[in-house]
């Protein structure tokens, strides 16, 4: 099968939907299938270059993707005429993987990782006006009437049928297909969380970890808010935040930074809360290692790969009852109401105490992903002929 990705982002750009679609396009490859992605060409990348056997097309789009939905236009065509189907994903990259598909007769894949539509205003800080353009752009988007819409979840699915399809007997164009893990680096026999604690020089401490970009949507000003309260009831405690992709959200970060001052000043919380680098990611899981109770304070989660991790480490979690992270969390974890810094403190005193849910471990194998999204564009297969 000879399958095309459309995608405003790829690597070396790294990312959720990235990680993904690398998996997914790789792991097609391995299968015997032959993939072509286009994506927007980021400074020092080449315009073509054979990548785990995924064949990658650049187009320049001045350095910005938003560019993207018009400027690759011209390449999609070109290349969706030899492709079966077409995968794609939101956003900048929909509009011409739709519309080359339409023209040329192809079936199209939309890879659905979050959808907002009608919450903007309740996951962003963004202004009215901004909340709506957003929400129009988005909608747009989703409306277009791809042949198959794969969900990274149920709660995803759940919206997607009720904001974009809204039509019973279309329900079936929306599927949910979990995205993967790649479970032999996530082994926690792979992890030192004492050398950590070493470098840090927090052996004695109970360390709380959480971790991720400081995006709209996860809720790190609400778990330092909680940090007083954790503080008082746990003394020993310390917070480990790791922040990265600061430049690309350098006004949040700095919000955070504010706002942690601020309390430190009034709640003397310097000792108790230390902001550290982002790491490569196969390094990531000695830091998840490290912590006595890992948070993730979300307020919206399409799939939740970062309460995935923890719970894969074998690590309690504290972790909100928001999105997907309820079909998601297994292991030793506790679920709180989102944007509430008291009930994420609470979480934590639970942890300290051991009384957590207990349940056998969840597993989401690239291998089951890959072969599902294979059943996916065999159908389409069949119904093109």
């Given at each position: 099968m000879k399958i095309l990705f459309v995608c405003e982002n790829y690597l070396p750009h790294l990312g959720g939907a990235e990680v993904v679609f690398k998996n997914l396009a790789e792991g097609f490859v391995k299968l015997g299938h032959e993939v072509s992605l286009i994506t927007h060409r980021i400074k020092g990348t080449k315009r073509y270059e054979l990548m785990g056997g995924v064949k990658v097309y650049r187009v320049n789009c001045f350095r910005s993707r938003y560019f993207f939905s018009f400027l690759a236009i011209p390449k999609v065509l070109k290349l969706a005429k030899k492709a079966d189907v077409i995968q794609t994903t939101s956003f900048n990259g929909a509009p011409p993987a739709w519309l080359a598909a339409k023209l040329i007769k192809k079936p199209v894949v939309i890879t659905v990782h979050e959808n907002w539509i009608n919450k903007w205003s309740k996951v962003t800080d963004l202004s009215k006006i901004s909340c709506f353009i957003h929400n129009c752009l988005e909608k747009m988007i989703y409306?277009?009437?791809?042949?198959?819409?794969?969900?990274?979840?149920?709660?995803?699915?759940?919206?997607?049928?009720?904001?974009?399809?809204?039509?019973?007997?279309?329900?079936?164009?929306?599927?949910?297909?979990?995205?993967?893990?790649?479970?032999?680096?996530?082994?926690?026999?792979?992890?030192?969380?004492?050398?950590?604690?070493?470098?840090?020089?927090?052996?004695?401490?109970?360390?709380?970890?959480?971790?991720?970009?400081?995006?709209?949507?996860?809720?790190?000003?609400?778990?330092?808010?909680?940090?007083?309260?954790?503080?008082?009831?746990?003394?020993?405690?310390?917070?480990?935040?790791?922040?990265?992709?600061?430049?690309?959200?350098?006004?949040?970060?700095?919000?955070?930074?504010?706002?942690?001052?601020?309390?430190?000043?009034?709640?003397?919380?310097?000792?108790?809360?230390?902001?550290?680098?982002?790491?490569?990611?196969?390094?990531?899981?000695?830091?998840?290692?490290?912590?006595?109770?890992?948070?993730?304070?979300?307020?919206?989660?399409?799939?939740?790969?970062?309460?995935?991790?923890?719970?894969?480490?074998?690590?309690?979690?504290?972790?909100?009852?928001?999105?997907?992270?309820?079909?998601?969390?297994?292991?030793?974890f506790i679920l709180v109401n989102s944007k509430d810094s008291n009930a994420i403190a609470e979480g934590v005193l639970k942890i300290k105490e051991n009384k957590y849910t207990s349940t056998p471990l969840k597993k989401f194998t690239w291998e089951r992903a890959i072969q599902e999204y294979l059943d996916v564009y065999g159908e389409l297969q069949r119904d093109v002929k």
């Open positions: 409306t277009l009437n791809y042949d198959r819409y794969i969900c990274v979840s149920q709660a995803t699915r759940n919206d997607i049928i009720k904001d974009v399809i809204k039509n019973k007997a279309s329900e079936k164009k929306a599927i949910t297909i979990y995205n993967g893990l790649d479970y032999r680096l996530w082994n926690p026999d792979n992890f030192d969380g004492n050398k950590v604690r070493e470098q840090l020089d927090i052996k004695d401490r109970f360390v709380c970890f959480s971790w991720g970009r400081p995006g709209m949507s996860k809720g790190f000003e609400y778990l330092i808010e909680a940090l007083p309260e954790i503080s008082a009831q746990i003394p020993n405690s310390i917070l480990l935040l790791m922040l990265g992709s600061i430049e690309t959200h350098r006004q949040r970060y700095e919000k955070l930074l504010q706002l942690i001052k601020k309390l430190a000043q009034r709640h003397q919380l310097e000792n108790r809360i230390k902001i550290i680098p982002s790491v490569p990611y196969e390094q990531l899981g000695s830091f998840i290692a490290a912590a006595d109770c890992a948070i993730v304070p979300s307020v919206s989660e399409g799939f939740g790969y970062s309460a995935i991790e923890a719970c894969t480490m074998n690590v309690p979690l504290v972790a909100t009852n928001v999105g997907s992270i309820p079909e998601v969390v297994s292991g030793k």
